[in-house]
């Protein structure tokens, strides 16, 4: 007989989701900036560099649409308590959370 114990699962609320979502697609789409990069570099097939260039596109298209979704939050840093909003980082680049007026350490949220 199988031992049927339940276990608690971790709790993600949508915020943590969409961060940690954020932080992977901005590590695939380097990675598929660099795909491309790497198949300029070696005079690849046109259909080979026609495919990465769409595969990093659409990374970084899935990872735009992800940001645009944490812009909506507005919360508040935990160790200083100012006003913080998500700012979409460019192309590839990693977003971060900025607080108004800034302040001198990376806004603390909830996640």
Same mark, same amino acid.
């Given at each position: ?31 598929? *900036? *660099? ?8 005079? *690849? ?19 735009? *649409? ?46």
């Amino acid at each position: 007989m199988l031992d049927a114990r339940l276990r608690p699962m971790p709790r993600h609320d949508e915020l943590t989701v969409l961060m940690r979502s954020a932080r992977e697609l901005a590590k695939l789409c380097r990675d598929g *900036a *660099a795909l491309v990069a790497e198949a300029r570099e070696h005079h *690849a097939d046109p259909a080979v560099m026609a495919a990465a260039r769409k595969m990093a596109s659409d990374l970084q298209r899935t990872k735009h *649409a992800a940001e645009d979704v944490l812009v909506a939050f507005v919360l508040d840093c935990s160790r200083c308590g100012r006003r913080v909003h998500w700012v979409r980082g460019e192309g590839c680049n990693l977003s971060h959370w900025h607080a108004e007026p800034a302040n001198n350490h990376a806004p603390l949220v909830g996640s």
